[in-house]
């Protein structure tokens, strides 16, 4: 972070009359697993030929404090398994990370096994706010019955679940919006948030949110120069995010993105949807969100 950065930041939220940043999408995970996710990047990136530094690559306290600095007032610890008997582990690490950091939302996460149902219920008992679940490295089936318990306690208690199930950066097995389409089918109420915009199937997930009032989508990575040279978003469809003015959520993937902070900010801006529309994603909207 640079102080360079730390005033362009700044001067984007000020500019528009806002109290700071809400990010829906950032990434706080037990070291040990962070270090995975990076050497993964480092090794051999989502998809061949591509690379991806990351550009905040900095102990936690670092972290922290850069998204202070920068005037996010509300950020999320997005932790996720890839296989059984995970979960549990990473909820309690949750749990007393948001404790220890009181600007970011308690945060947990699934995997379909046969301890979902009780863990997911102790935390919502024990007071988490968001949940992810990442289908893609997961590889999991949002319909696995295991995971029926799971997603009846969330509808019920009305959390919002932040997915990636978007067929970027590369398709997994169960990706792609016929699996969330089927779910909503059965949990009509569920409230999930759609990462990367539904990443690169824009459409299909916006038209989810049509049917679906619960439906969120979260502008992670999604508008960016990075992105738009991959999977680009329609223009044709800029008119249907007028319409879900308020339910797109700002999201950054911080730490683990290959730009600045600041353009993930910009992206955004230069949609040309208005101040009031920017007002509302980047803050408004999260924080509607958790004072339900």
Not at 101 to 119: I, K, L, N, R
Not at 162 to 174: K, Q, R
Not at 239 to 247: A, G, M, Y
């Amino acid at each position: 972070m640079s102080p360079a950065e730390t005033v362009e930041v700044r001067t984007f939220w000020e500019g528009l009359g806002l109290p700071g940043i809400f990010d829906v999408h950032t990434h706080f995970m037990p070291k040990n697993v962070m270090d995975k996710v990076w050497a993964y990047f480092d090794a051999v990136g989502p998809l061949t030929g591509m690379t991806w530094p990351i550009s905040y690559r900095h102990d936690e306290d670092v972290r922290l404090e850069t998204l202070r600095e920068f005037g996010v007032r509300g950020f999320t610890s997005m932790i996720y398994p890839h296989k059984p008997d995970m979960a549990a582990w990473l909820n309690a690490w949750g749990a007393q990370f948001a404790e220890r950091t009181p600007d970011c939302v308690h945060t947990a996460t699934f995997y379909p096994e046969e301890s979902a149902g009780d863990y997911v219920a102790a935390a919502i008992s024990g007071g988490a706010r968001i949940f992810k679940s990442h289908i893609q490295v997961g590889n999991y089936s949002p319909n696995d019955p295991l995971l029926d318990p799971v997603w009846g306690a969330i509808e019920d208690a009305g959390i919002p679940v932040v997915i990636h199930c978007g067929s970027g950066p590369a398709p997994g097995t169960y990706t792609g919006p016929g699996p969330i389409d089927a779910l909503l089918q059965r949990f009509p109420r569920l409230p999930l948030v759609i990462a990367h915009m539904g990443m690169p199937e824009y459409d299909d997930f916006l038209d989810l949110a049509d049917a679906y009032s619960e439906v969120r989508l979260d502008t992670t990575m999604a508008f960016t120069d990075f992105s738009e040279a991959a999977w680009p978003f329609p223009p044709s469809s800029r008119s249907r995010l007028v319409d879900l003015q308020d339910r797109i959520l700002f999201g950054s993937d911080f730490p683990n993105i290959p730009y600045t902070y600041a353009e993930a900010l910009t992206a955004v801006q230069r949609l040309d949807l208005g101040d009031d529309w920017v007002r509302d994603v980047c803050y408004y909207n999260g924080t509607r969100l958790f004072e339900r």
